[in-house]
């Protein structure tokens, strides 16, 4: 014979118990991690994009007072009355006899912004020229070519426009200062003729506070007149938005305040009362890494507290389960046949009471097959008997046929009527072997009884049968009728001085059919009329106990025999079966 095929592990307990374990535990881990990642980086792009645009608004409104101040500078050296006179003069430096007046009233006007910003005054003929530090060469237009020379865009502006704000004639001085804004205004005589032009040119240290509060990545100051864009964290970067791969996404007209591409956030702010818009770069990256690396040390802490976790639910769950296997173990002894099994009981209240069940189980089980062997014994041995008793109705079935004969051969017929009749009883117990039959066999068996006790008792017995007719084809327990009967003859009447009368009645009445024997005899005892079973078995009136039992394992509660005084003398025996 193979071996036994023994299950996967996949279908114990202990697997089952740490995959429910595992799927409880990582599930909502991993479902929580995924929501702390999206929900994390998304909330960090929300608020970064906020801040973005009020740290973009800050920026732009300090831009905005810087180049506020530089052209109220602009606009008191544009209007200076020595200033205009010296243009109108149009004299050279060398020339002209208010050189050193004007230059003291240069420096007057850009005190405390020397460092800042770069002051010059130039006529339109470029004779003029005056500067707080090195003329730049652009400045010197005397012989510039309109290409070159800086004030030619703002000279064609229309009469209305004065000022020219601008980061496209941005470059370095001789001081090695980034000029990164230049503020021109146009400088006008009385007649308001074109005699002049003012240049302040902002340095980039004006700005170099600008990001310190921000903490931008980078901020890009955008020409919207000219669609020029120049860092001013990085001074090296000028040009067009092709140079600046952060401004991708941002699109004129600037419609959007804050723009996400990849891991960068624009936030975008005009500048008011300028052509100037700035930008602020957020990299998120870092903010990102940030979430990662605690998002990673939180399922380093989860892994460790998970692999501890999977540790104590080893140890519960082999609590569990070894008083299971031990509980299987028992089961399968019993299986073999073993019930001398007794489980010892687990510390478990749960596991203890199924361990008193199970032990209780197999002590009912012995105790069971102890009766059962016992019943099965008895049981043969009342077949045995049964099987030896069927020999004598037979024998006395054969010697009342005889009977009969010799009887019917010497004409006597008395003789002849009674085996007559006890041929029908003992021919009804032998070959009927059914458990029921119809009411009117049940009275035809009553009826050959009292035949024979006729012959018996003669006249002195009167008896009559009225069953209704509906109800004589209804199966009914054999023998009920018929003992019931015989009980009332033997115990009622024949004991009684005079004339015997005996009824049986049978009618239907509601859900129920109601058989009466009644009788005038010499009355029933107390325990008869009390239904005393108990009473009655133990004082041998066998024939009523076997009634009543078969009644009850019959029809339960709805089968019932009692007995009652009838109305003059005697007793009536009530027989009620359901329909």
């Known amino acids: 014979m193979g071996k036994k095929k023994q299950k996967p592990l996949t279908g114990t307990l202990i697997y089952r118990l740490m995959m429910y374990f595992l ?25 970064l994009s906020e801040q973005g645009g009020l740290a973009a608004d800050q920026a732009a409104l300090k831009l905005e007072e810087i180049i506020a101040h530089y052209l109220q500078k602009a ?33 007057s006007i850009m005190s405390g912004d020397a460092s800042f910003a770069t ?21 010197n237009i005397r012989y510039a070519h309109n290409d070159l020379n800086p004030f030619f865009d703002l000279s064609k502006t229309p009469f209305a426009i004065t000022t020219l704000l601008t980061t496209e004639k941005r470059y370095i001085s001789d001081s090695k200062a980034l000029i990164f804004l230049n503020i021109f205004v146009k400088v006008r005589n009385k007649e308001q003729q074109d005699i002049g032009y003012v240049a302040v040119d902002i340095h980039q240290e004006a700005i170099a506070n600008l990001n310190d509060d921000l903490h931008f990545n980078e901020l890009i100051l955008i020409d919207s007149s000219s669609f020029l864009a120049s860092s001013l964290l990085n001074t090296e970067r000028h040009g067009s938005f092709a140079r600046f791969a952060e401004l991708t996404e941002v699109r004129t007209p600037f ?23 700035i930008v602020g770069i957020t990299d998120t990256t870092q903010y990102m890494q940030s979430v990662r690396q605690f998002f990673f040390f939180i399922m380093l802490i989860v892994l460790v507290g998970t692999f501890v976790a999977g540790f104590m639910a080893i140890m519960f769950i082999r609590s569990i389960s070894n008083p299971v296997q031990d509980l299987i173990a028992s089961m399968k002894k019993v299986e073999s046949g073993d019930l ?22 197999v002590s009912q089980i012995s105790e069971l097959l102890t009766l059962t062997r016992e019943e099965e014994a008895k049981v043969r041995e009342a077949e045995r008997k049964a099987l030896q008793s069927q020999m004598n109705p037979h024998f006395l079935y054969n010697t009342l046929n005889t009977v009969k004969a010799l009887a019917k051969l010497h004409h006597e ?45 003669g006249d002195k017995l009167c008896f009559s049968i009225e069953i209704e007719e509906e109800i004589l084809d209804v199966k009914i327990p054999k023998l ?57 078995k133990e004082a041998g009136h066998i024939g009523l106990y076997n009634i009543h039992r ?30």
């Open 23 to 47: 799927i409880v535990i990582t599930l909502p881990l991993a479902l929580l991690g995924f929501i702390y990642l999206t929900a994390g980086n998304e909330t960090i792009v929300r608020n």
């Open 75 to 107: 606009d008191l050296l544009s209007t200076d009355e020595l200033i205009v006179d010296e243009l109108i003069a149009d004299e050279t430096e060398s020339e002209s006899p208010r050189a050193k007046v004007v230059y003291d009233r240069l420096f």
């Open 119 to 139: 002051a010059t005054i130039v006529s339109t003929s470029g004779l003029v020229r005056y500067s707080t530090q090195n003329l730049p060469p652009q400045y």
């Open 255 to 277: 419609v959007k305040k804050t723009v996400v591409e990849g891991s960068l956030i624009a936030s975008m702010a005009p500048i008011q009362n300028t052509p100037f818009y």
């Open 340 to 361: 001398s099994v007794q489980i010892k009981e687990s510390s478990i209240l749960e596991f203890a009471q199924l361990d008193k069940a199970f032990n209780a189980m």
């Open 413 to 457: 017929e008395e003789i002849l009527k009674i085996t007559v009749q006890l041929g029908k009883l003992l021919r009804d117990s032998i070959e009927n072997n059914e458990s029921e039959q119809s009411l009117r066999e049940s009275i035809a068996l009553v009826k050959a009884y009292l035949g024979i006790q006729r012959i018996r008792f």
């Open 480 to 536: 009920l009728v018929q003992p019931l009967v015989e009980n009332a003859i033997i115990h009622g009447l024949e004991p009684k001085v005079g004339q015997w009368h005996l009824t049986v009645k049978g009618y239907s009445e509601l859900s129920s059919i109601i058989v009466e024997v009644i009788d005038n005899g010499i009355g029933s005892p107390k325990e008869v009329l009390n239904s005393d079973w108990q009473a009655l």
């Open 550 to 579: 078969r009644l009850k394992l019959r029809y339960a509660e709805k089968g019932k025999l009692f007995f009652k005084p009838s109305t003059a003398e005697g007793t009536t025996a009530v027989l009620v079966l359901p329909k």
